[in-house]
């Protein structure tokens, strides 16, 4: 027991009645020091995420902060000399005055502030929790929380405004932005977010630390250019968004001959501001000039402004890309050491042999000599070692080679999106699914606001059958996206798979203008809403408007003639005359095509769907069978399993029911999920003379999948 005259505080020890310790533990003093600093550091919390948001500059949590620290001493100054009490606040007497209030009331105040004590606590857990999920992205595809303390040695180089009397010089500044941000990207101790990222924002947005908060970065390049003839205006500023100081600012008037010298000068001062180690291969990389031919660059930059929208959304590469190797050709005539340019237009072809589509020889031919001519006249060239990625990868499906020259084209292009983009592509193809999720993530570490990362998560997403992922992270590619169509395409597919649900499709695609791209680019998707949704007179004639025209599916890869899918609506309104016609020219088209190229599976799985629709049975199963053994599963992850639905297909349209059923019961076992669902074997009428069967049926209708697990046990 403890003697009369102390009373115990804390563990072992005492202190005299009437002490100071004894007074501060009386007047509660240690209760309100306690409450004090819990409510202040969760005051902090909450101003820490809402002052960002409402975009507050940075002395308003200074103060904020200043405020808390002072207070301090004032509220443990006031728990001295004041207490409450029933009759309010009063001043507190000393422990021996009479009028000190009894021991037994001052116990019920300091229960009352232990109460106090645990609220505020309670609300300080709730900031913190608070915090940290406003510090992750609610979709899985979307880029993890930037850091408030982004590196010192990180820039964006935002959208030069062009001044420029002629609104056509628009090409001309949004290609010295590009060049100038690809100089800088050379530089591997710098980190630059690439133009896809930046396009969305202003010239000269008015809350840069808002931009630079978005785009992880320290810095922001911010620019104009006014051309007139071959005279060049350009002022360029280096902000530090943090305080909105300009750490550079330099005025320039050249001529276009001289445009190179601007460019170098430029990332050499923007490394130097801030403090970027510059290696002696990348200061030559910087100070390059690629072309001493003005009118050659011109025609580069114009074509570069068409290239970069089919790289940012491929559904126009049909549309834009003749244009860019146009005038590249153009270009590369007028200086034919013009090694940039002939690198371009390597992944140029590519785009139109995987894309537009065409699929042939000459093409692969075409982009195989470009790329090749580029490594001639610059051997380390990194462009062009990117091309070459994408004859052996989408020309070949040549893994191996193709990462040989994604590793070569990532030395000389370090911490490129798009590389990363294509490292977790390649992935994907091998059924790397893990591997293709991480490597997306990096893609987006490197380049946050670009939406080809979200997009391919979708894409990924969907063919694991992770459908509510996949939605989130095609809405979040087309709110990233310039252009979005594409993104909003392809998540009302992504719904119509999932839940069979066709309203989504059907508002996006009635919102598209008839005069722009995406539509004259979007007939397969019209096509299908109106062949899922049984209307084979809308489908036959979206048909019949595209003529002769290839298309890509949909749910993967393939390239098949758009009058095949005419026939098939011909078809199944009851014009069997029409129907036959078309797969009668199909199939001699077809049968010379792969005499032709007898590696395309394309032309075969073509050829197999005629000949299918004539009722040649034979001839149907065998060519469908070589489409798949030409792109098996195990050579292609992502695209093979198209492949086997159409040998479905052609088992179910020769009455071979049995084998359709199994090959059917494969998919669903695997990654599949862009070719096929309960859903879309529910809305497809394909299908229509299996659904007596009761193997289809369960098929049909399972439940939503659950998903195909990407980790490794």
């Known amino acids: 027991m403890l003697e009369s005259g102390v009373r115990a505080i804390g563990v072992g020890r005492v202190v005299p009645e009437g002490g100071f310790l004894h007074e501060l533990r009386r007047r509660h003093v240690v209760r309100v020091a306690i409450a004090y600093a819990i409510a202040g550091w969760a005051l902090l919390q909450l101003a820490s995420i809402v002052f960002p948001a409402f975009g507050a500059p940075d002395w308003v949590l200074k103060a904020v902060i200043a405020l808390i620290a002072i207070g301090f001493p004032i509220a443990l100054v006031l728990a001295w000399a004041f207490e409450m009490t029933p009759e309010g606040v009063r001043r507190t007497e000393p422990a021996h005055s009479p009028e000190a209030h009894p021991p037994e009331q001052r116990r019920q105040v300091g229960r009352k502030l232990d109460f106090a004590i645990i609220g505020v606590l309670a609300l300080a857990v709730g900031a913190l929790l608070w915090r940290q999920t406003a510090q992750r992205t609610a979709s899985p595809a979307a880029p993890a929380a930037i850091s408030t303390a982004a590196s010192t040695k990180s820039v964006a180089v ?70 007139a003839g071959d005279a060049v205006h350009i002022n360029l500023q280096l ?48 100070a390059s000039v690629p072309t001493q031919n003005a009118e050659a660059y011109d025609l580069y930059l114009r074509a570069l402004a068409f290239s970069n929208r089919a790289n940012d959304q491929y559904g126009l590469t049909k549309v834009v890309m003749p244009q860019a190797i146009d005038l590249l050709q153009q270009a590369l005539a007028k200086d034919p050491k013009f090694a940039l340019a002939a690198a ?30 580029a490594l001639a006249l610059q051997p380390d060239l990194g462009q062009a070692h990117f091309a070459l990625a994408f004859y052996w990868y989408w020309g070949f499906r040549d893994y191996a080679r193709a990462q040989q020259e994604l590793e070569l084209a990532s030395k000389a292009l370090p911490r490129n999106a798009d590389i990363e983009g294509i490292v977790a592509a390649v992935a994907r193809r091998q059924g790397k699914w893990e591997e293709t999720l991480e490597g997306l993530r990096q893609a987006q570490a490197f380049d946050p606001r670009n939406s080809s990362p979200a997009f391919e998560f979708g894409q990924t997403y969907a063919t694991l059958r992770r459908y509510a992922e996949a939605d989130q992270a095609y809405a979040h590619a087309a709110e990233l996206s310039a252009d979005p169509a594409l993104s909003q395409i392809r998540r009302a597919q992504n719904i119509a798979v999932w839940k069979g649900d066709l309203a989504p499709l059907r508002a996006t695609l009635a919102a598209l203008s008839p005069t722009s791209d995406a539509y004259r680019t979007s007939h397969p998707a019209f096509f299908d809403l109106a062949w899922w949704s049984r209307d084979y007179a809308a489908a036959a004639k979206v048909a019949e408007a595209a003529g002769k025209d290839m298309w890509t599916a949909s749910r993967g890869n393939s390239v098949l003639p758009a009058r095949l899918r005419l026939a098939w609506a011909y078809a199944a309104m009851g014009d069997a005359a029409k129907a036959k016609a078309l797969y009668a020219d199909i199939r001699a088209e077809y049968q010379a095509a792969v005499r032709e190229r007898p590696g395309d599976w394309d032309r075969h799985m073509a050829l197999g769907l005629a000949a299918a629709g004539l009722g040649e049975k034979d001839e149907a199963i065998g060519e469908g069978r070589r489409a798949t053994e030409l792109l098996p599963i195990s050579r292609d992850a992502f695209a093979g399993p198209e492949f086997v639905l159409y040998l479905a297909e052609i088992y179910v349209r020769v009455g071979e029911h049995d084998q359709a059923i199994a090959l059917l019961q494969q998919l669903m076992a695997i990654p599949a999920g862009l070719a096929m669902s309960p859903a879309l074997l529910r809305l497809d009428p394909v299908w229509d003379p299996l659904r007596g069967d009761a193997r289809f049926q369960k098929l049909a209708n399972e439940d939503e999948p659950a998903g195909v697990a990407t980790t490794k046990p």
Request: no cysteine; aromatic share 8%; hydrophobic share 45%.
């Open 344 to 373: 371009l237009l390597g992944r140029a072809h590519m785009y139109v042999f995987f894309f537009s589509p065409d699929r042939t020889d000459a093409r692969l031919s075409a982009a195989k000599a470009a790329a090749d001519q």
């Open 239 to 286: 902000i530090n968004a943090h305080d909105d100081n300009h750490l550079w600012a330099e005025s320039y008037d050249r001529q276009i001959k001289d445009i190179f010298g601007v460019e170098r000068d430029v990332a050499t001062k923007v490394a130097d501001a801030l403090k970027a180690t510059l290696l002696p291969a990348e200061a030559a990389q910087v």
């Open 158 to 227: 935002l959208p030069f405004e062009n001044l420029s009397a002629d609104k056509e010089n628009e090409y001309f500044a949004s290609g010295m932005q590009d060049e100038i941000l690809t100089r800088l990207a050379n530089i591997r101790d710098l980190k630059v977010i690439s133009r896809t990222s930046t396009q969305k924002y202003a010239s000269r947005p008015e809350n840069l630390k808002v931009v630079a908060a978005e785009l992880g970065v320290a810095t922001l390049l911010e620019g104009s250019v006014q051309r």
